[in-house]
């Protein structure tokens, strides 16, 4: 069975920090990729850069991503991934601190399959992280996986 990936797009070392303790705790045991900013995430989604050499079937699962990164923004990442033949049907979860309404609709209009705000509290956010886990590397079927 392929491994279940998950990229995390994040620029902040914190919020990283804090992401992957969150799924240690909730015991998501799977892979996390981190790239730090949105030129980054596109060479791994596309296999081109540093990331030249991989193939499709290292796809994530999932990319959980932030819209305010350097270099290319989360929307325009996502803009690219749904763009892509690729990568289209990639399950895009946007975690963000962002609240605002035109972020919120403007993700959901390039795609994004769900728009999380992250929590401040920690303990909202290993919950937060529990169930993300569970619905989109457990429960969810991904086009990505073979049978």
């Known amino acids: 069975m392929k491994k279940k990936i998950i990229l995390l797009v994040e620029d902040n070392p914190?919020?990283?920090?804090?992401?992957?303790r969150a799924f240690r705790k909730s015991l998501i045991a799977n892979e996390v990729v981190v790239t730090r900013d949105g030129a980054e995430a596109l060479e791994y989604l596309t296999s081109t850069g540093r990331y030249a050499g991989m193939t499709v079937k290292e796809l994530p699962q999932v990319v959980l991503l932030d819209l305010h990164l350097p270099k290319v923004s989360g929307l325009e990442v996502l803009r690219a991934i749904r763009a892509d033949p690729?990568?289209?049907?990639?399950?895009?979860?946007?975690?963000?601190?962002?609240?605002?309404?035109?972020?919120?609709?403007?993700?959901?209009?390039?795609?994004?399959?769900?728009?999380?705000?992250?929590?401040?509290?920690?303990?909202q956010f290993l919950d937060a992280a529990r169930q993300l886990g569970l619905y989109w590397l457990v429960l969810n079927q991904s086009p990505f996986l073979d049978h």
């Open 14 to 20: 914190d919020d990283v920090d804090l992401t992957l």
């Open 86 to 123: 690729n990568t289209r049907f990639l399950p895009v979860v946007v975690l963000t601190s962002s609240a605002e309404e035109n972020d919120i609709l403007e993700s959901y209009g390039l795609g994004a399959n769900s728009y999380i705000r992250k929590p401040v509290d920690f303990e």
